[in-house]
Each structure stands twice: as structure tokens, then as C-alpha cells.
């Protein structure tokens, strides 16, 4: 009965999200009060609606009912409580009500703080919420329903996927639609105003906390991700540029580009028509992450449900969002430029560099992506893209922004001299030097790269120390920092971490693969791992072979490391639990291969990857500094409805 | 205009393409693309083995039994998925299963194997790639099963399920039997 309670949820979800795509848009065009605001209450409704939904189907995983297929499918009565939580999303259909779930959230969010807003500009903003809603139920609902039942009753389930068995896999996926999702707030603003037509510095204002706070989940996502694929693949690696993890990282780029364009819109008026596109992109490439993971049309290790009629769906659905909206920027867009003209050298050219080396980026990736389809549609022949194309591009396309960064926050709107910033930046750029050369020949086992990647984060970060210095030093005009420089730096100072991170993980990681005896020691970097054995156990839903390993320094035991290899009682899929020993400046990570005859002996894996977590730090500096823009006082300040841009 | 229009114009060509990747995934079915070399004798290959590299295998060593031909690569993550089923096919005894790691490095290759396990009988090294093409493979994973006298009977593009090996690959086995 409960599982049919959550299906009628999800169509009562379904009619309140046309109610909302149509009601208050009609009254917005056709001046009705009254039409405009039933917004507010609808959206409200339309959480709840979702909320029980999705609470139907998570109480059916915690009670076990395998009656329903999706949960005969992914979990099994060995499931332990709190991954019965996680398995919801843990295939298609789930996922997708996460996803339901996530932009009711956001919608009933705008819904509640908007008090500023016109009431006409909030009916439209969440009417077009409201058909992005639409899509989405409606794609659950006809193709990949979660609650359809199991006649007759399944007696046991199949299992969730070990992969996901993880507790990465709890916040991962729910930041990463959070920051997806949230860029629809973005997206149904910029309609919005293409509607209204009135594509001033107003919309642009209201929507750039919603784009901060999404982006900065986004990047939390991704980070959260990729830290989760490099302790749970057993790989040692931490980016890809697998098309699922590209399918991210594209909206994150267009995202970044969209917050510098909306600063530039907001506070001098250029840059109109770009912005409205950019932030029509950034969606439009979340549903286009969404086709690609969930079409089967690029096979990938996240693909994990690939159904053509889905497929179709998605992409009518996509046409429809994207290139309806982009129809209605063609009609619409700002005829010519209307803002503040700006000199060649200024900051409003620094952050055009930005945008456009972003864009080209994404490009990049997009067409990397895609590029095998499109050799496959046009019959061209066999050509593989992998890590070297994307490696080499990006690096090419990145060099130039990391030096570009410290320029932008250093020059003025409108014209500058580039001997100021120069002046400003040279002892900086003269230190960032002498660093990379005493990291070229002091640095422990470093190399070339080693000293660029201390170039680089020198550079970055004195540069923003500079920004922040100059902050410190201005008298009497205006605040000395207001939540949007401080949310910057703190971005920009995340830029230089992870470069450091990523150079120098890449230039002195070591790993070694090496059969051991029970008792035999190996030297790596100083550290030395000595291998106890290996036990078997058994555990909850899985058979496991438990390694133990000593590793000390000089004698001094540092740790005790467990890495596991396990097999899982349903599938018999066997997974490799590597084990880690992080601290800021290294991780000791040691994998499990194969048992290698019997006595005992196994083939391990042993790494050390100096500063590895730096990658992760610098995320996380990135993701702090967009939540902490978002606390700017002057997106708090009513704006009245001649305000000028 | 044209300026405006541009976007959309981009996004329609996008909208071709992945619409034509739809349909080409739905004709497709099950992934089994009938391949050109179907019925047909396996292409000449003459290709080193992995661990002694001064070895090479060539199309007529083969002969003589029935192999399952694995395209794989340790830099291809859905041949991870693929390899648990790989490893019980090699395991029953039904099968000679031969590696061919595609455009790979040798020590990657040896240490994914040491890492995961190594189900093949033998390992052959196509590490430019070029071989591939006579064999019209376009990606990894992909299977190959050649009968005894060296045709091609089966092909699978992409990673082999439990489903997959039930419903298509055994049956393929028993009328090689």
C-alpha cells in the first residue's frame, strides 16, 4: 500500500508542478495578481509532495520491502541500516528522485527568500522552475518509475552495488545534484528576464547568490568525487576524464566563467547578452551530464542504466529546455552592448579572459566527450580520446589563466594602467620565481614540474596576498572587505593550493608493486612497509581477506594499515579496499592484488603521494569562498525597481 | 542575428548528434554489432605477448581450439566492471581466454593484472593500436569469440554481463560443441 501512496505522491507532484509551470507565468504576462501569487504556495506544495514521495520509497529500503522492484534490485536483507539510506539513489530511478527532490528544495528555497523580488519577476522565476519540474516527473513517471512491484514478492534482494557501498557515496551524490540543480536557479532567472525583457543589472543581482551557493556545492561535489574514486577504486588516481566525471566538470567551468560574467553585469551593465547565455549554459550542460550518464549513449563505469526510450526522452526534454530558452535568447538577447564602455586594459577585459579561456575549456572537454559518437556517427574511423588529449589541452588552456588570476582583483573597472598591477606584482612574481628555483634543486626527489607547480600556487597566492594587502591599506572609502573580496581570495587562494597539489602529486608520487611474504619489509621514500599476512573474515554482506602492514620511519612505527580485498556474497563481484594513511604533506596508500601461492603470499600495491590532499584543500578553499560571497550585504539590500545597473 | 542564433544552431547540431548516438545504441540492442567480420576468418596479427615481449603470437598459434578474444586496457574503467565475469568464464574451464591489451603500457598493463588477477591463458600487446583495426575494434572492452578453424563467430562491444555471457556468449559455446 505505502509504495502506491509514493507513486500517487509523485503524480500529485506532477499536477502541481503544471499548475506552477503555467498559473503564475499566465498571471505575469496577462497582469494578474491574483495568478502570480498562488507561486509561492505551489512550490511549497510541490516539496511536499516530493518529500513524501521520496520518504515512501526510502522507508521501503529501511523496511525491506522487496515487493518493490527498484529495492529488490539494489539492496538486500544483509544490507547494513545506513546504507539502505544511500541505496535510494544508488541506481536510475532513485537518483532521479533525488534529483525531483533536490530542485523542490531549491524552488520551495527561492519561494522563501525572494521577499525582495517583484512579484511578477518571482512568478516567472519559479514557473520556469515549475517546468523544469514538469520534465522531470514527467520522465520518472513514464519511463523509470521506482515503485512498480514485484509479482510475485522477491525473497531476497540482489544487492546494492559495492562501488557505492561506501561512505563517500552518502554526500556525494547529493552534493553533486545540489550544485547541478542549483544552477536551475540561475537558468530561471535568466529566463525569466528574457521574458520580461527587462535584462538589466537586476536579475543578474538576485540570481548571483543562487549561482554562488550552487557552484560552491558543485565543487564540493566534485571534490568529494574524486577523493572517493581515489580511495575506492584502488587506483591511486583522482581524475579520470571519464565522461561522467567530464559531465561534471563542464557545468563547474561554465559556472565559474558565469560567476566573474554576472560581477561584471551586476556592477557596470556589460556583458548582458553573455551572461543570460552563460547561465543558460551551465544548465543546459547539467542536462546534458544528466543525458550523457543516464542515455547509455557513452559507455562509462557510472553508466549504470542505459535504456534508448530514456534516452529519447531526455533529449526531446533537453531540446525542449535548451533549445527553447536559447530560441528565446535569439529573439531577445540585448540588441549591441549597453554597458559602461572599458578600456583594453581593465578589469572587465581580465575577467572576459576568464570567461573565454573557460568557455574554451569546456569546449574542449565537450567535444573530447563526444568526440567518439561523433567518429561513430560519421563513420570517420577508430580514434581514441583519453587522458592525453584532455591532460595536454587543459594545461595549454589553464597556464594562461593561473597567470591571469592575480591580474583581475588588482585592476580597475573600466581603464587601468598595466604598469600598476605590473608594479604591484613584480616583487611577487620575483619571489614565485626564487621559490621554483629552489624547488628545482632542494626539493626531495622534485622534478621540472615540481618547480611549476610551485611557480604557479607563488604566483596565485601572492598575488591575492597582494589584493588583500592593498584591501588592508585603503582608508577611508568604503569597507575595507566586504564578504565578496574575502569569499574571492579565499577561491583564488584555493586556485594556488590545488595547483601545488596537483604538480606535486603528479611529479613525486612513487609506487611499487611487490610480492610479499608474511614478514618481508619494502623501503619506499624513506617509509618502510613490512607485510604481517593476511586473514580472512567474514563480513556483513561480503567474504574478506584482510591485510596487515607496519610501516615506520627510521625505526619509529608511524602506522598499522588494513588493506581488504572483498567479495560480495550477491554478484560475486570482488572489490579492492585500499588503505590509507593521509596527513597533509603525504598519504601512505597500500592496495591488495592478488593471493599469490599458498603460503601466505600476496601482491601489493604501495604508493606514497606526497601532498596529495592539497588537491582536495584547494577545492574546498573554492567551494568556502562561493558560499562566502553569497553573504555580501549588497545582495541583502532591497533593490527598488528603477535602480540603475 | 546570426550572432544570436548561433548558440542555438550549435545546440541543434549537438541535438543531431546525440539523437543519431540514441538511435544507433537502440538498433544496436544488446551492444552486438554486427560486425563485418562475422563468419569470417579472423584477420592476420602478429603480436609480441606481454610478458615474454620477444614472443610473438600470430593468427596461426591460435588455431586448432576455440578462443575468446578479451579487448582490454588497464586505463579502460569498464573493463574493471567486466573483469569479476571474465575471470569465472576463464575459471569454468569452458573457454580459452586470450588478453589483447589495447593501447596500453606494458608495466601499467602487468601491474592492473597483478592488481585485479589475471584470467587470460596468454596476453598479447597491441599497444599502437594498429592491429585493432583489421579487427574493427573500436574501444575495450570487447569480445571476440573464434571458433577452431578461425572464425569469427561472436562479438560483444562493451562490458560482458553475467546476462550477457548466459543469454549469448554459452549458447554460441554449445554450438561451437
New interface residues.
Given amino acids: 500500500m505505502l509504495p502506491e501512496l509514493g507513486l500517487a505522491s509523485l503524480a500529485l507532484a506532477l499536477m502541481l508542478a503544471l499548475a506552477l509551470a503555467s498559473l503564475p507565468l499566465a498571471g505575469a504576462q496577462f497582469g494578474r495578481p491574483l495568478w502570480m501569487a498562488t507561486a509561492r504556495p505551489l512550490a511549497y506544495a510541490l516539496l511536499i509532495a516530493v518529500v513524501v514521495s521520496y520518504g515512501l520509497l526510502t522507508w521501503a529500503f529501511v523496511a525491506q520491502d522487496f515487493s518493490v522492484e527498484y529495492v529488490a534490485r539494489n539492496s538486500n536483507s544483509l544490507l547494513p541500516l545506513h546504507y539502505r539510506f544511500t541505496a535510494v539513489w544508488s541506481a536510475h530511478e532513485g537518483s532521479l528522485l533525488l534529483w525531483i527532490l533536490i530542485l523542490a528544495f531549491w524552488t520551495a528555497l527561492v519561494a522563501r527568500f525572494s521577499r525582495s523580488l517583484p512579484a511578477p519577476v518571482l512568478a516567472r522565476v519559479l514557473s520556469v522552475l515549475g517546468k523544469v519540474a514538469v520534465g522531470f516527473l514527467a520522465f520518472i513517471l513514464f519511463t523509470s518509475n521506482p515503485f512498480t512491484r514485484l509479482l510475485p514478492e522477491a525473497a531476497e534482494g540482489h544487492d546494492m552495488n559495492p562501488l557505492l557501498q561506501d561512505p563517500g557515496m552518502i554526500f556525494h551524490p547529493p552534493l553533486l545534484y545540489t550544485g547541478y540543480v542549483g544552477f536551475a536557479v540561475a537558468f530561471a532567472f535568466a529566463v525569466a528576464a528574457l521574458l520580461d525583457g527587462r535584462m538589466d543589472a537586476r536579475w543578474v543581482r538576485w540570481s548571483r547568490p543562487w549561482t554562488n551557493v550552487a557552484w560552491a556545492f558543485l565543487t564540493l561535489g566534485i571534490a568529494l568525487g574524486s577523493f572517493w574514486a581515489y580511495y575506492e577504486l584502488g587506483w591511486g588516481g583522482w581524475w579520470f576524464w571519464d565522461p561522467v566525471e567530464n559531465a561534471s566538470f563542464m557545468p563547474w567551468l561554465v559556472g565559474a566563467a558565469l560567476l566573474h560574467s554576472q560581477a561584471v553585469t551586476e556592477k557596470r551593465g556589460s556583458f548582458r547578452g553573455w551572461t543570460l547565455l552563460l547561465a543558460i549554459a551551465a544548465f543546459s550542460l547539467s542536462l546534458l551530464g544528466t543525458f550523457l550518464v543516464r542515455s547509455g549513449v557513452i559507455t562509462s563505469v557510472h553508466a549504470f542504466a542505459s535504456d534508448p526510450g530514456r534516452g529519447l526522452f531526455i533529449l526531446a526534454f533537453l531540446g525542449i529546455v535548451i533549445g527553447g530558452s536559447l530560441a528565446l535568447y535569439a529573439l531577445r538577447a540585448p540588441r549591441g552592448e549597453t554597458g559602461k564602455p572599458f578600456a583594453p586594459v581593465s578589469r572587465e577585459t581580465f575577467l572576459l579572459l576568464n570567461n573565454l579561456l573557460l568557455s574554451a575549456a569546456t569546449a574542449m572537454i565537450l567535444l573530447g566527450t563526444l568526440y567518439p559518437l561523433l567518429a561513430e556517427a560519421l563513420d570517420l574511423g577508430k580514434i581514441s580520446v583519453g587522458p592525453p588529449y584532455f591532460g595536454l589541452l587543459f594545461t595549454i588552456l589553464m597556464v594562461p589563466l593561473v597567470l591571469l588570476v592575480p591580474f583581475g582583483p588588482l585592476s580597475r573597472w573600466q581603464r587601468e594602467q598595466l604598469g600598476q598591477p605590473l608594479r604591484w606584482l613584480a616583487p611577487w612574481a620575483g619571489l614565485a620565481v626564487l621559490a621554483a628555483v629552489l624547488a628545482w634543486f632542494a626539493w626531495p626527489n622534485g622534478t621540472g614540474k615540481t618547480a611549476f607547480g610551485i611557480l604557479g600556487a607563488a604566483w596565485v597566492a601572492g598575488g591575492t596576498l597582494r589584493f588583500v594587502w592593498n584591501r588592508l591599506r585603503s582608508g577611508s572609502r568604503g569597507p575595507r572587505f566586504t564578504a565578496e573580496m574575502v569569499g574571492m581570495s579565499l577561491a583564488h587562494f584555493g586556485i594556488a593550493v590545488f595547483v601545488a597539489g596537483v604538480l606535486l602529486t603528479e611529479s613525486t608520487s612513487i609506487e611499487r608493486d611487490v610480492a610479499a611474504a608474511p614478514g618481508t619489509s619494502f623501503e619506499l621514500r624513506g617509509y618502510t612497509f613490512e607485510f604481517r599476512g593476511a586473514e580472512h573474515y567474514q563480513g556483513p554482506n561480503y567474504q574478506a581477506d584482510r591485510g596487515t602492514i607496519v610501516v615506520s620511519r627510521d625505526g619509529r612505527p608511524i602506522t598499522t594499515m588494513h588493506p581488504e580485498k572483498r567479495a560480495y556474497a550477491s554478484g560475486g563481484q570482488v572489490m579492492t579496499e585500499a588503505a590509507l594513511d593521509g596527513a597533509l604533506h603525504r598519504d601512505l596508500y597500500v592496495a591488495m592484488g592478488e593471493p599469490l601461492d599458498g603460503s601466505g603470499s600476496w601482491a601489493l600495491r604501495l604508493y606514497v603521494k606526497p601532498w596529495i590532499r592539497l588537491i582536495w584543500l584547494g577545492g574546498l578553499l573554492m567551494a568556502l569562498g562561493g558560499f562566502v560571497v553569497t553573504f555580501d550585504r549588497r545582495f541583502r539590500r532591497p533593490l527598488g525597481e528603477g535602480t540603475p545597473a | ?1 546570426i550572432k ?2 548561433l ?2 544552431l550549435v ?2 547540431a ?2 543531431v ?10 538498433g544496436r540492442d544488446t551492444k552486438a554489432i554486427p560486425s563485418p567480420l562475422l563468419g569470417k576468418p579472423a584477420p592476420d596479427f602478429a603480436l609480441p605477448v606481454l610478458d615474454e615481449p620477444e614472443r610473438v603470437v600470430s593468427k596461426a598459434d591460435l588455431l586448432g581450439q576455440p578462443y575468446l578474444l578479451n579487448v582490454w586496457g588497464s ?1 579502460c ?2 573493463c ?2 567486466e573483469h ?1 565475469v571474465i575471470t ?1 568464464l576463464a575459471r569454468s574451464g569452458r573457454i580459452r581466454v586470450i588478453g589483447y591489451d589495447y ?1 596500453d603500457e606494458a608495466d601499467e598493463a ?2 592492473w593484472l ?5 584470467p587470460y591463458a596468454l596476453v598479447i600487446v597491441d599497444a599502437d ?1 594498429r592491429a ?2 583489421d579487427w574493427g ?3 575495450a572492452p570487447e569480445t571476440f569469440l573464434v571458433d577452431a578453424g578461425g572464425m569469427v563467430r561472436w562479438k560483444f562491444v ?2 560482458l554481463t553475467p546476462e550477457v555471457v548466459q543469454e549469448q556468449l554459452l549458447p554460441q559455446l554449445e554450438a561451437l560443441e
Fill in positions: 542575428m544570436r542564433l548558440p542555438l545546440f541543434i549537438l541535438a548528434l546525440l539523437g543519431a548516438g540514441v538511435l544507433m545504441n537502440a586505463w574503467p569498464a574493471r566492471d569479476p569465472d593501447k602487468r601491474r597483478a592488481q585485479f588477477g589475471n593500436g585493432a583495426l575494434i573500436y574501444g562493451g562490458p
